[in-house]
Nanobody, 126 residues
Framework: QVQLVESGGGLVQAGGSLRLSCAAS????????MGWFRQAPGKEREFVAA????????SYANSAKDRFTISRDNAKNTVYLQMNSLKPEDTAVYYC???????????????????WGQGTQVTVSS
């Protein structure tokens, strides 16, 4: 069973930065693409960023481009989301997820992921 545990969320002022981490259990972390999603109150969960299994390819939602950076350390079974220039509209619960299928490219759709973490709250004050 795969477990994903997010950390690093919190309260930050607009313009500030946060770095989210997602630690994964299991020995096959390096074979799977990973993604970050977020869900604001009353809204659907939406794609934020994804990275392929080797870290050589990434994809971002338009809202995250030029502000957020996804990365991974396969030796530590961890994926990161560096968030800069945060805005109040970035307030949400952030989830990491593991994609279905071994050694595939980045995935941006929710149904393409089969394991999810419990989420970490990010609140950006104006």
């Amino acid at each position: 069973q795969v477990q994903l545990v997010e950390s690093g969320g919190g309260l930050v002022q607009a313009g500030g930065s946060l770095r989210l981490s997602c630690a994964a259990s299991g020995r096959t972390f390096s074979s799977y693409s990973m993604g970050w999603f977020r869900q604001a109150p009353g809204k659907e969960r939406e794609f934020v960023a994804a990275i392929n299994w080797s870290g050589s390819s990434t994809s971002y939602a338009n809202s995250a481009k030029d502000r957020f950076t996804i990365s991974r350390d396969n030796a530590k079974n961890t994926v990161y989301l560096q968030m800069n220039s945060l805005k109040p509209e970035d307030t949400a619960v952030y989830y990491c997820a593991r994609s279905k299928g071994l050694r595939i490219g980045v995935r941006t759709l929710k149904y393409e992921y089969d394991y999810w973490g419990q989420g970490t709250q990010v609140t950006v004050s104006s």
